[in-house]
């Protein structure tokens, strides 16, 4: 079941993509993604693709994938 991530979730999973995957977003997306995240997989994904600058549908390669997953396992609580 997805979960509406609460601001200290979704400050864990934006620091695990920054970590693991390198996608370490400036701090006004941060703080927006912290008050107002998604509640979609998807929709959160694109919003980190967007603010790093990148055309969410573009990325055909592994990194979507990558993204998605850490995404999705933060929504569906399966983090340690």
């Known amino acids: 079941m997805t979960k509406r ?43 980190v693709f967007k603010a790093e600058g990148l055309d969410p549908g573009g990325e055909d390669g592994w990194l979507r994938p990558r993204v998605r997953e850490v995404v999705e396992r933060h929504m569906h609580g399966k983090c340690p």
């Open 5 to 47: 991530l609460s601001s200290e979730e979704v400050y864990a999973l934006l620091y695990e993509l920054c970590v693991d995957l390198g996608f370490c977003l400036p701090p006004h997306d941060i703080r927006r993604l912290r008050e107002a995240p998604p509640a979609d997989v998807d929709k959160f994904t694109d919003a």
